[in-house]
Each structure stands twice: as C-alpha cells, then as structure tokens.
C-alpha cells in the first residue's frame, strides 16, 4: 500500500486524559448516573448477537416492563436517546393525513408536533398554559372535535413541571378509536406510571433522567394496537433506522441483525433497572415524592414559589418562579462556578420565568436537597 | 400521594451482577474497545451544554477531520449507532424524486437503496459481484445512464472485505453535478482515506469497528456541496432526529439544544480518537496492513484462500473462502465455545461461502492474528 497522497496534520489534536469538574447534575436532565451503571458501562464487550448478550437483551426487556408496569411484548431500548425513542412513536404509526391531537402545555408538546408534521399528519393541537394540565372533560371535547387516530400527551413535562394524570384517558382513546401516546421522560422510575392500567398504547423515556443512566439509550413500549396500526400500514416507515417492523425482529424472538445495537449502553441500562428492581418501585416513588416535598418546603421557607400546583406537581423536577429583581442566568452561572452544581434556565414560555430543578433517580437524596437549597439562599443573599 | 393500582411485580427479575466472558472480537464488528476507551466512557457526567463538555466537543469534531482528512465545518458524531448516520446523509440531502445512484457490490448497497427509497429517491443501481469493486470506467457509465444527483458508494464493504478506491471519483462527480457519499464504516481510521482529496462529500461511519470505541455514536461529515443541498431544499428534513439543520446548530458555533447528547459515548469516542492522533495516522494504517498481510500469509499455510482478490481486500476485514465440506457455522460456534473468539458468519450472498474476520483497531496485534490462525488450525482439523 502507498500512500498517495500526504496526511494533514493540522487537526491532529494533542488532548490532555480526559477530566471533567465533580458537578452535581439537578438540572431537567442529564442526571448523574448511579456509580453502579458507571462501572457496567466499562464492561468489556461481546458481540451484539451473542448468546449470553441475549440473555442481557431478555433481562432488560423484563425490567423495562416492570418499571413501565405494562405487559408489552414490544418494550425495548432505542439505540439513541429519548428523542428518537419519541420520534419512533410517530414514524411507526403515522400514515400520511393521519389526524394526530397533541396535547400542548410545554416544549415537548411541540416537539411532538413537529416531529408529527414531518410523517405526513393532520396536527391538531388543544392548548393549556404552560405548567397546567388537561382535564379529562377538556380531553373528551377535543377527541370529539378533531377525531384523531392518536392523541399525544406529555405525562411529565420537562419543561414546565407538570404531571398529566392520565387515568380515564385510555378509556376515552378507545371510546373514540384512537391511540394513546405519552411522554414519559421524566417520570419513568420515578413518578407512578402505570402504563397498561392505564391504556397508554405507545410510550417512550430517556435514560438520563429518573432512570439514573446516560443518555444514549432510550426505552420505547409499543401495546398490541399499536402494532396493529403499524402492521395495517400501506407503505413502508419511512425511517430505517427507527422502523420497529426490522428493529422488533432483532428484540423479539428472531434477534434478526438489524443495527449494531448499543452493547454498553444496555449494559448502563440494565444496571440502572437492577437497580430499581433491587430498591422496589413503590419505595423509589415514595421516595422520589418524600425529597420532592422536602425540597418544596425548604423553597417556601426562602420565600421561592414553585410555578405549578400542587397537585399536579412533579416530584422529579420542580419549576421555580424567579422572584421580581433577579437575573435567572446569573444565579445558575454562580451555582454552577462556585458549588459545582448544574440546574436549568427556563425553556420557551418559561425564560426568564422559571429555574428548573431536577430531584431524578441516584439524585433524589436529602444531602441533595439541602446542599442546593443552602447555595440557593448564598447565591439569592448576594 | 396515593397508588390507585396495585404494583405487577411480574416482571421485578433478581439479576446477578454484570459478567459476560472475555470474548476476542474479531468478527465485522464490535470489535474490542480500547481500555482506555472503556475507562473513559465510565468518567462522572457533566451536562450537555456545560462550557467544559463544549471544549470536548469542540476536540471531539477536530479529531474527527483528522481521522477522516476533511476540513469539512459539518463534521460531527450522531447520537445513535452507524446505521443512522448513513440514514443521516439521505434524508438531508435527498428530496422526492431526486434520482439516486447505488453502486451494489455487497449486503450495505443494498441497505443504502432501502434508505435512500424511504425518501422518496428515485433509486438507481449498478452492481457488481460480491467481493469485486467499481472501476472508474464503469462509474462514469453508470453515472452517464443514470444521471444522478447523489453517488452512493460503499468504501469499505463489511459484508464482503473489499475495498473501493476512490480516488477520481470525486471529480467524475463534479464533472456530472452529483453529489458523492461513502460509506467508510470498515474503513476510518484503520484504511486510507482522503475524504476531501478524493472529492468525497458525505461519509459516516461506526464507532465500534477501526475505532476501538463501543457502538453507539456515529461519525458523520458533511461538505459544503451537501450543505448546499440541505439549505435548497423545500421541505423540512423529513427525519426530525437527524435533521443537520437543527442537530448542526448543537455542533456547530450556536451550541443550541436539540437533543440531550450522548455525553459518556462522546467521552468514549474522544479517548477512542485521541488514541489516533497519539499513534498517527500513518502508523495506524500501517499497522492494520502489515497485521493483515501477516493473516492472510497464515491462511495461505493453512490452505485457505480468501475471497476478495489481493489488491482490492480491506486490511480491516477478510473474507476466508469456506472449504469444501466444511460445516462454516459449526466452526464459528466451535471458535466461540472452545477459544472465546467471535469471528462472523457470511451475510447475504455469501452465508455459507465466507467467513468474516476483522483485525480492527486495537485488535490489529500480531499476538490475535497468531492466536485466531491457531485456533482455525485446531478447529478444522479436528
């Protein structure tokens, strides 16, 4: 072999081993991982079709099932992060003038939107302000109005801290023939989720919030009328890599090669879901809520307000209202450069509004909450 | 907070800790991430927008211009497995209609024509035989019937071990007004390659083959011709996840949010590229020629001849001719069982016909090559 030509140089970095600063992540997400799911991550690998990395594939569509409590038999991690998980939803069961409803109360339900639009749908949206949620009569009224063939919701929405009850829903869904749809990025494993109780057809997570593993990996639920519509469609999905008619073969019993699959992001995943399985999943809603509450009652003690309701609060992140006088970016610039920790600015209609405080999975711990309320009341008093 | 359903603990499997057997993988991919790749990919987590994951990847994308010798400012890792970043390059540059040529000498011509379909491509083929690669001559022909806007070809075809040069192809390009796009998958950063000398102007490639990091992330490059092509468009990239006109303002001078990175992969592929530029890139396809030609002198000792003729075989993987009356399957089962080495089946017209084997990265060692032909001695004379 010679070479023909002569190497440029000019990018051939020189780059000091790899260091980052000690931040504690209570941001909307990424959250730190568990040092358990970190470890699992450095395991040596094996191929993607051996037969012990299988059995892993088996544990992990097991656990996902337990967190989600549905008995989907397609329940697998996406081999990218949540917004491909989000958007498989879409690609799989949208056909061209499909009719989908999305429920729009923050980013996401926008986020859905588009992603919607770019498969050929009929969007259609009902609207509540940012940090609210819909009733289930406010529901019924636009399932009547727009007959969609899905209705998208958003369970936990990360932009604005509000939980969507979604009890009733599924019931209505198949009053009006039409599938339901529900972000759960930032309640799985750590908000009651209770998927097929509930009749959600189609849902979908990230790893990095109450999961407590890097992004990279992203737990997707496809129920039996889901694939129905997937199965009935005339055309092929028009994303390769997310079609779940080729993806569903290499996680169900063909383990057919389809991509080369994520083989220690799973191993992350399926650390962060024994990790769950250990710690039981009433004992870790509990717990999510108990930091939740303490960590509310140390605002209130600051005199901070939190921007949703009570009742429909997310223990896994709380949006709080920035007081009248305070420069929001230069609060989360001190506390990440002088306590080395990470929250969130506001997004879209909260800007400027809201901080956004994630309590997620390893994360959710009193040491935590103290820790931040304390550089809270350092950073307000200056 | 109350739970208004009962807990399914179906599903709450008691796994034991992660273990898999130290598997030598020397199949088309994974192939064994570097240590240092697999201690950095467990470093603690900063968030995706913190100024110091910027610097990463800020290194990360100089790194990659190196690799690939492109001074292309679209230069980036996608969040997913290779898979997507080939999808990558179609759904931004392919609108409906537009006449796509394929070259098909292998399992991933095919998979490009599949992807390329999903857009809306008018698709168009030439073919060669499984192990043989496109002369300039013939390119040209194709490109004078076919008229294309983009030339698809695969540099380095893991399903057949044969290398297509590309040298010329570029300006064939240019003299027809098409785009060219190579997938070098098998290729980066183990077999030569001039992205911007030999006129290429969409790549991508995996992680998990020369690389030596886990899959999961995905290198990608775009040129400025392809970004011309992506800006004219008149509808929205019809892939929301992979759409460079969002995704290219996180990588690029905006460092706007789009999706949460995959920030541990990235710490993998920044180690997994830092070990190149320690190495040079001159060294580095050195050493996966002289390991190569060290294999196949072994095979010939051994009375096996491989599939693709001398001056076109990848020195990253070799296609081993299965003799007569040898059960092929049985002996990668018997390598896995008896020796801990993975090696892989044939794929699409060669099962059956060809072993493949790949000597990737920091797997390319003289000590594999002696243990893997000791292994294949003892297994098929028994």
């Known amino acids: 072999m010679t070479l023909n030509a002569s190497i440029n140089e000019t990018h051939r970095l020189q780059t000091p081993q790899l260091d980052v600063p ?88 926008h986020r859905l939107m588009d992603m919607a639009s770019r498969y050929g749908a009929d969007v259609r949206r009902i609207d509540k302000p940012w940090g609210q949620v819909f009733s289930l009569d406010e529901l019924r009224s636009g399932l009547e109005t727009h007959r969609p063939k899905i209705l998208a919701l958003v369970h936990a929405e990360t932009s604005t801290g509000a939980c969507q009850p979604l009890e009733g829903v599924g019931d209505l869904c198949c009053e009006y023939d039409c599938l339901l749809l529900a972000d759960t990025v930032t309640s799985l494993g750590g908000v009651p989720l209770f998927l097929d109780q509930w009749g959600v057809d189609m849902a979908y997570s990230g790893s990095q919030k109450c999961l407590s593993c890097p992004p990279g990996i992203s737990p997707l639920t496809l129920g039996a009328r889901a694939i129905e519509k997937l199965n009935q469609r005339s055309t092929k999905v028009p994303n390769w890599y997310l079609d779940m008619s ?38 870790r809603w509990a717990r999510h809520q108990a930091n939740a509450e303490l960590f509310w009652e140390g605002l209130a003690q600051l005199g901070l307000d939190c921007h949703v309701e009570r009742q429909y609060r997310l223990p896994s992140l709380t949006t709080v ?22 929250i969130g600015n506001g997004l879209g209609e909260l800007a400027g509004k809201a901080w956004r405080i994630g309590l997620m999975g390893f994360n959710s711990r009193p040491e935590n909450v103290y820790m931040l309320l304390d550089a809270f009341k350092q950073t307000l008093s200056k």
Chains 1, 2 share one sequence.
């Open 321 to 342: 209202s920035i007081p009248e006088g305070v420069d929001s970016k230069a609060v989360t610039q001190k506390l990440l450069a002088n306590h080395n920790i990470e």
């Open 246 to 283: 080729m993806v569903g073969k290499y996680w169900g019993k063909e383990r057919t090669y389809h991509h080369t699959a994520p083989i220690n992001m799973i191993y992350g995943l399926r650390e962060a879901l024994r990790l769950i399985a250990e710690e039981g999943l009433a004992e």
């Open 22 to 109: 000690p931040r504690l992540l209570m941001g909307p997400g990424p959250s730190n991982a568990h040092p358990r799911v970190l470890q699992a991550l450095g395991m040596r690998q094996v191929g993607h079709l051996d037969p012990c990395f299988i059995d892993l594939m088996n544990e992990v569509q097991a656990l996902l099932k337990y967190v989600w409590q549905t008995e989907n038999a397609t329940t697998i991690p996406v081999s990218a992060t949540g917004s491909a998980a989000m958007e498989a939803t879409l690609a799989n069961t949208v056909e061209s003038g499909d009719a989908v409803l999305v429920g729009v109360n923050g980013y996401f339900g």
